[in-house]
């Protein structure tokens, strides 16, 4: 299972974006790159999963450069509620999930 | 639509008892996942179903851990004897693919926290 590498936290404002860059050197050719985030006291919710170039959804966008060695959680405009764990993680099919120990944003006002 | 369900929320046991965690997938979703998470740590597996069978158990202690999925829906997580390493929050997950390429997306329940004094 391709291993992950992403910054252990990071420190915001309400309103600005928020990036958070992932490192998968390893990743195979059919693995896939998924987001999760967890609050405290809760499990992981899934936030958005992509292949290659860019995927958008509601909630986040993830972009992911040609050569696949890492990816970017882009959230926009973060509100005190995005206070949170962000893991990235790359698998494929429904094995189980390696997840690393993930990104602690905080965001302030 | 109903989450994934998990009891107890909070247990407290001295070591050496026995204790059992308690799953209910979200409807339908034919794949259930026990993870562990340990404080400042990601989740990590324990086992994994496909309907009733386990298909992922190598990193299940064996030795003190046993789970079960009877009629391939709800699950039971068991440690016995536990031990003051055992201390953490028990995850279950469920999954189902809807269609496309990709891993399935998980849904968590709240899990479990243990405390083993």
């Known amino acids: 299972l391709a291993k992950t590498t992403q910054p252990i936290s990071m420190d915001s404002y309400e309103g600005q974006e928020v990036n958070i860059t992932c490192s998968h050197n390893?990743?195979?050719?059919?693995?896939?790159i998924t987001w999760y985030q967890q609050f405290p006291s809760q499990g992981p919710r899934f936030i958005i999963q992509g292949y290659k170039t860019k995927v958008t959804n509601e909630v986040a966008s993830l972009f992911i450069p040609a050569d696949r060695k890492s990816s970017t959680l882009s959230l926009p405009r973060v509100s005190l509620s995005d206070t949170a764990v962000y893991y990235c993680?790359?698998?494929?099919?429904?094995?189980?999930?390696?997840f690393g120990s993930g990104t602690r944003l905080q965001v302030q006002p | 639509e109903a989450g994934v369900v998990q009891s107890p929320r909070y247990k407290i046991i001295e070591k050496k008892q026995p204790v059992a965690f308690w799953c209910n997938p979200i409807s339908g979703h034919n794949t259930l996942y026990w993870y562990r998470q340990n404080l400042g740590q990601g989740p990590e597996l324990l086992i994994r179903?496909?309907?009733?069978?386990?298909?992922?158990d190598s990193q299940l202690p064996k030795d003190r851990f046993s789970a079960e999925r009877l009629k391939g829906v709800d699950s039971t997580l068991k440690i016995q004897p536990a031990e003051l390493g055992d201390s953490a929050v028990y995850l279950c997950?469920?999954?189902?693919?809807?269609?496309?390429?990709?891993?399935?997306?998980?849904?968590f329940g709240p899990g479990t926290r243990l405390t083993v004094t």
């Open positions: 993680l790359v698998d494929t099919g429904r094995r189980a999930l390696t």
């Open positions: 997950a469920s999954s189902s693919k809807t269609g496309g390429a990709g891993s399935y997306e998980q849904y």
């Open positions: 390893n990743i195979a050719t059919n693995d896939y």
């Open positions: 179903y496909e309907n009733e069978e386990a298909v992922d």
